[in-house]
């Protein structure tokens, strides 16, 4: 009876304020979904739909036109829509994998040895997310250039590798190792090298796969350093397409919606199968004082 | 009576030089010592901080030095004192519109978002799991959606097409299409209203876990000691409890508010009318990536620089007092 009357004696929640605050986030919630809602059914409108007085926010009859078109809109161009779509995928999955590699390398040691000059790192990895990589712009001009990078994949892939948000959560994903788990590794013979990829990394996978998602919004679409620093058309990715079929008005309006819901699917999928993993490595993600 | 521990100053003195050489001698045998037995951890850090070093540290101390120079890629810098820093705060009047947008934009943003953030990461975990995935990726979609806030640029048309301006006139609240896009009493809200639907990002996930890992038992303690309602269990035991997220949030959401450019630039195009979107950004963008003065983009990044570094480390500082 006690402990009933105990878990009884629970904080006073109104049912008015509950209702207001789930209406609250019902609104809020229409209002995030309306335009992604909207970007997949204008990518089936038919083109009288498109163009329909007064504009309908729902699809009527839906149909592939749209992707077909984007197919013949490049079928003879001189890049091919396919060469766009392979440099989009190259950029995303090697600078990915490289910095998950890299950055989860250079956590373990931030995390689990001690060695001097540890904390002073940390910090300005800490700092370092204070500020927006833009603050670099020009000075990075300059190293690209020198370092003969300027119109090639390394221009975006080798900053990318060294994105601060994967190293800062990775790093505090990989304290709550137990430090038995690898002195035990240690006592049996393991080298560190071995210690970090046969122990640490499969322990760590929550954590690698945060880092997919936020190295793939930084590389799928709407990196900077792509626009800047690739000329080549062959080299570009589906942005520059998509800009060119944007530039051509009004009359793309069908292709370029089939491209924004093709552009969205792919991160929104990888969230989806992913969310799990994402949510068990943000619990680790604060600042410690 | 003290003198037997009073140190004998000149026993100290000659002892002085040879102790220093021995304690330097065992210090640089101690560093050799750790560089040996950390070499390992050396390989290992070394990939990344060589890259970090070179696309992260070195040019926010380049950018600094440059900001004290003319320099246009072509000739070597010139040293110019502060005249690029005199030049933006005294002559560009464009760089002062970009200041106060950048600051307005950010002062709004960056609150409300933030705290969007917290509330609706708090309203969510109280449902059933299923259902909080499933809000969870709705609120947080957008961000990860690439460029689809482009979208936007249709619902905001300028002609009776756009489906803001045919949903208004149909209910007539208004008789003829607004330029939303570029009419400037509009541009800066528009542009907030977007930054806002696209900012339940990555702190957004952080205090969603940072919720879910809050100790139960801390919340029936709460109840015994005499927490009354929500807001009171909030204040005194759920915010308290996720400081590390909260500041990691802030640190997020505050970069966040004040980088904005690409979406500015392809909303409200480059300039944009008026300059009413230009931020400091797009006006370093302008600088660095058009005209190519470089000291003076420098100067302009300088200045994005300090201000985003000290309005992070000042809300750092004010979130230590959280619950206290």
């Known amino acids: 009876m006690k402990g009933i009357s105990i878990r009884s004696k629970r904080v006073n929640r109104s049912w008015l304020m509950d209702i207001f605050l789930f209406l609250l986030l019902g609104l809020v919630a229409v209002f995030m979904a309306l335009p992604l809602v909207f970007t997949i059914s204008n990518a089936f409108k038919p083109l009288d739909e498109i163009f329909i007085f007064p504009p309908r926010f729902l699809v009527r009859n839906p149909t592939f036109d749209n992707f077909r078109n984007l197919v013949i809109l490049f079928a003879d161009t001189w890049v091919p829509f396919s060469r766009y779509v392979f440099n989009t995928f190259f950029i995303a999955i090697l600078g990915t994998v490289g910095h998950v590699i890299i950055a989860s390398a250079a956590a373990y040691p931030l995390a689990k040895v001690r060695f001097p000059g540890r904390n002073i790192l940390f910090s300005l990895v800490v700092m370092a997310l204070m500020f927006t990589p833009y603050v670099t712009q020009v000075p990075n001009y300059m190293t690209v250039t020198w370092l003969g990078m300027v119109d090639t994949y390394w221009a975006v892939i080798l900053p990318a590798f060294g994105m601060t948000l994967g190293l800062y959560l990775m790093k505090q994903f990989m304290e709550q190792i137990p430090d038995a788990l690898i002195e035990a590794a240690k006592v049996d013979g393991a080298s560190e090298y071995r210690i970090f990829w046969q122990i640490v990394m499969p322990i760590v996978k929550p954590a690698w796969l945060t880092l997919i998602i936020f190295s793939l919004q930084n590389l799928w679409t709407g990196n900077s350093a792509a626009t800047r620093f690739i000329y080549s058309e062959q080299l570009k990715t589906v942005d520059a397409a998509f800009s060119q079929i944007a530039a051509g008005g009004l009359v793309r309006t069908g292709p370029v919606a089939a491209v924004t819901l093709l552009m969205m699917l792919v991160p929104i999928t990888v969230f989806i199968v992913t969310q799990s993993n994402i949510i068990q490595t943000m619990s680790t993600s604060g600042i410690k004082e | ?324």
């Open chain 2, 1 to 324: 009576m003290n003198a037997i521990y009073e140190p004998n100053p000149n026993l100290d003195q000659n002892k002085a030089p040879l102790a220093a050489k021995h304690r330097l001698k065992a210090k640089m045998l101690g560093h050799w010592k750790d560089v040996k037995r950390n070499k390992h951890a050396l390989v290992l850090l070394a990939p990344y901080f060589i890259i970090f070093f070179t696309f992260t540290v070195l040019p926010v101390l380049m950018s600094l030095v440059l900001s004290f120079t003319y320099f246009n890629m072509l000739e070597a810098p010139r040293w110019i004192g502060w005249a690029n820093y005199a030049r933006l705060f005294a002559q560009d009047d464009v760089f002062l519109i970009a200041l106060k947008n950048t600051l307005l934009f950010a002062a709004i943003t960056g609150p409300i978002s933030y705290m969007a953030c917290f509330f609706f990461a708090w309203l969510i975990n109280g449902l059933p799991p299923k259902l909080r995935a499933f809000l969870t990726l709705v609120l947080y979609a957008p961000s990860i959606a690439g460029n689809t806030y482009l979208i936007w640029t249709l619902l905001f048309s300028s002609d009776s097409y756009g489906y803001m301006n045919a949903f208004l006139m149909k209910w007539g609240f208004i008789l003829e299409p607004v330029q939303w896009l570029q009419d400037p009493r509009f541009m800066l809200a528009i542009l907030i209203l977007v930054q806002l639907w696209l900012s339940l990002g990555t702190a957004f996930l952080a205090f969603i876990a940072g919720l879910q890992n809050v100790d139960r038992t801390l919340y029936e303690a709460g109840a015994i000691d005499g927490i009354r309602n929500r807001w009171q269990e909030l204040w005194f035991i759920t915010l308290p409890a996720m400081r590390p997220q909260l500041m990691f949030g802030a640190v997020i959401q505050i970069t966040n508010a004040f980088a904005v450019a690409e979406i500015s630039i392809y909303l409200l195009g480059f300039p944009s009318v008026d300059y009413a979107a230009h931020t400091i950004v797009t006006h370093l963008i302008d600088y660095g990536t058009i005209r190519y003065e470089m000291g003076y983009a420098s100067a302009i990044a300088t200045v994005l620089f300090v201000i985003m570094l000290s309005t992070n480390l000042i809300t750092q500082k004010l979130l230590r007092k959280v619950g206290d």
